[in-house]
């Protein structure tokens, strides 16, 4: 089954196959500005599944109307977002990642200077692979 939601301001970041979920939330001002700080639990996200298309078209009427949506892969979960739930979004960690992976990494550094060379500091940046 899939479903799709119609939503005129899609994050520009969202992809096919990124996998969307909603959580209930509860809203509260700040200084007078509604929905200044959206409150949610953490035990309550629910996955919806992975978007499969984004959809779009026009509502009729004088003039017609445009709008654009996703539409979710909900098979597997069989959940349904409801009005009023947060929708969010995460990518696959292993499509999504750059740079190089591996358990080792073996550096040489070679001097083809003829003068006196001095080496003061040699630095390196690493982070967990997401493999």
């Not at 892969?73 to 995460?90: C, E, I, K, R, W």
């Not at 001097?111 to 967990?128: C, H, M, P, R, W």
């Amino acid at each position: 089954m899939a479903i799709t939601i119609v939503i005129n301001n899609i994050n520009e970041s969202v992809e096919i196959q990124d996998i969307i979920y909603a959580v209930t939330v509860t809203s509260s001002s700040n200084n007078a500005v509604p929905d200044a700080f959206i409150q949610g639990s953490f035990s309550n996200i629910l996955k919806i599944g992975p978007v499969i298309n984004f959809p779009s078209g026009f509502v009729p009427g004088n003039p017609p109307t445009p709008w654009t949506g996703i539409t979710i892969d909900n098979t597997a979960t069989g959940n349904v977002p409801t009005v009023g739930q947060f929708l969010m979004f995460s990518k696959d960690k292993s499509a999504n990642t750059s740079g190089i992976l591996g358990y080792f990494m073996d550096i040489d550094l070679v001097n083809d200077s003829k003068g006196y060379i001095e080496l003061f500091q040699v630095g390196s940046i690493t982070e967990a692979s997401s493999q």
